[in-house]
Structure formats: C-alpha cells, structure tokens
Nanobody, 112 residues
C-alpha cells in the first residue's frame, strides 16, 4: 500500500519561510517523480512543483518560481518543499503526489 504523509504546515508571516515534508511508504521512491500541489479555499487544486528521479530535474509553477525550492532525500523516502518569501496567496493545503496516490495534505497559513 502506498502512503504519503505530509508535515511541516504552520502559520507564517508575509515574507516568511517554511519547509514542508512528504514521506512516502510502499513505493520505489528513488525511481519516482514527486510532485507538490496546493488547494486554496474556493480554488481548484493547482500544481506547484515537481522533481524527477535522479538527476532531480526540478520544475515550478510561475506562481512560485524563484521563491520555492523542491528537493528530495531518497535515503529517507522524503521530498521537501522549501517556501521562501511567503505571501497571503500561498496560504493553502499543500498536498504531495506520486502517480495516482495523494497525501492528506498539510495546512499553510499566511497572515500578519
């Protein structure tokens, strides 16, 4: 059974930083492309970032490019999303994805 468990969501001020984690169970993690999505209130789920298997090619949505950084630690079966320079528009539930499997998400709130 594949499981994805996100953590690290918190309240941050505008301009602040946060690192989210997603630990995977039950799959060949090192051979998998990993993705982060986010779900904002009254908005469709949107793709945020992806990281391929080695050589870890990274891609980002225009909304986060230059501010967010996705990386992975294959020996921990974990993918991370480093959020920098947060804005209120970044407030969302952040969800990890691999193929057809999704995590439950972790909540990020941004306000003064």
């Amino acid at each position: 059974e594949v499981r994805l468990v996100e953590s690290g969501g918190d309240l941050v001020q505008p301009g602040g930083s946060l690192t989210l984690s997603c630990k995977a169970f039950g799959l060949a993690f090192s051979g998998s492309e990993m993705k982060w999505y986010r779900q904002r209130p009254q908005k469709a789920r949107e793709w945020v970032a992806s990281i391929s298997k080695r050589p870890s090619i990274r891609t980002y949505s225009d909304a986060v490019k230059g501010r967010f950084y996705i990386y992975r630690e294959d020996f921990k079966n974990t993918v991370y999303l480093r959020m920098n320079d947060g804005t209120p528009e970044d407030a969302a539930v952040y969800i990890c994805d691999v193929g057809e499997w999704w995590g439950q998400g972790t909540q990020v709130s941004v306000f003064e």
